[in-house]
């Protein structure tokens, strides 16, 4: 992912990374999606088909936040085999740490 924004939070930059990852495929793949945000592997896993039933509602009948970033990683996902794995995060796991690390810088970079 390049760029982040000042104005922000975790979760938008968490969708924001998988949206991004999955635009840049450029053929159907099977694809394993590492992620430490629950939010993120809950919302695509299971969640998202209530929302749509509801008309992007959640189960509170509130709109569903983040809606334009749930809908960019349903339409990238489309093409692809998707296996949505959650790792925990800051847990020692080499790559999750690594993203971590440079997510950070990122930030700082601002």
Sequence with gaps: ??????????????LT???EALEAL?????????????YLRNGITRWH???????WRNAAGDPVANMDLWRRIL????????????????SGDENNERVDVLATKGRENL
Excluded: F, Y
Excluded at 1 to 14: A, I, K, Q, S, W
Excluded at 49 to 55: E, L
Excluded at 75 to 90: C, R, S, T, Y
């Design 49 to 55: 088909s209530g929302w749509v039933r509801r008309n």
């Design 75 to 90: 339409d990238a996902a489309k093409p692809h085999d998707i296996e949505w794995l959650w790792v925990k995060g800051h």
């Design 17 to 19: 990374a998988a949206a």
């Design 1 to 14: 992912m390049l760029g982040g924004h000042p104005e922000t939070t975790n979760n938008r930059m968490e």
């Design 26 to 38: 450029t053929r159907p793949c099977k694809v394993q999606l590492h992620t430490d945000s629950e």
